[in-house]
């Protein structure tokens, strides 16, 4: 029996963060554009992993700013969907420097729900020194960011599945096939346009996978 090409790259992907050990928990960014699969990427690697390490899933989407603060440039903004989306200074100060070289191993997992547009009360949790933890989400890369990841992966999409794929994914969400390709053609699609200019994560991530067909990535960038 062959494997599938999504099966043979999870499993190359589940062995290398398998054999990354040291001293505090293994940070892997899971980058990508919305809609690259990001998150299903992340929880397939989680189930691998999980009987032989600690594994920690964590979403960027757990940190969003206030809804005024995100929309205070328009609710079409492409400025303010890179810039203005995301407590970046929270992921640093209680996730990621926690978990890294010389941190008390005690994080957050959540700060802000998006959806009832509220703060989440603090509850922090202890990380063992063994544990991966895979952290989803938009803009990992960024300046502010990029640094504190052990490990970082970045899924492709082109432009045109993005929306595709979108018009199946957000259509309640935004209410109609108009609504969601305007929201993605004036402030999601610009947004990471001025991430990719920014942050060039196709040349700086470890692993590039090209997620056109999610059932056949291609590698399109593999550093070991």
Do not use: C, N
Request: no cysteine; net charge neutral; proline share 7%.
């Amino acid at each position: 029996m062959t494997l599938d090409g999504r099966t043979r790259v999870l499993a190359r992907l589940a062995d290398q963060l398998r054999d990354r050990r040291g001293s505090h928990p293994l940070r892997v960014a899971v980058d990508g554009p919305d809609a690259a699969g990001k998150t299903r990427l992340a929880d397939d690697l989680a189930h691998l992993l999980s009987p032989e390490r600690d594994v920690i899933r964590i979403s960027v989407d757990a940190f969003h700013r206030p809804s005024a603060v995100r929309r205070r440039r328009g609710s079409l903004s492409a400025e303010g969907y890179y810039l203005d989306s995301f407590d970046h200074d929270t992921i640093v100060a209680e996730v990621l420097r926690p978990l890294g070289p010389g941190g008390a191993g005690r994080y957050l997992p959540a700060a802000y729900d998006h959806h009832l547009d509220k703060a989440v009360p603090p509850s922090h949790r202890r990380a063992t020194p063994d544990a991966v933890v895979l952290f989803d989400g938009v803009f990992l890369l960024r300046p502010e960011l990029r640094d504190h990841w052990d490990v970082t992966l970045y899924l492709h999409v082109e432009p045109d599945e993005t929306v595709r794929r979108a018009l199946v994914r957000d259509l309640d969400l935004f209410g109609s096939a108009a609504a969601v390709r305007q929201r993605y053609r004036e402030r999601y699609l610009p947004g990471q346009e001025l991430y990719r200019a920014e942050a060039r994560p196709l040349e700086r991530a470890d692993i590039v996978l090209g997620m056109d067909d999610p059932l056949d990535p291609v590698v399109l960038r593999w550093a070991d």
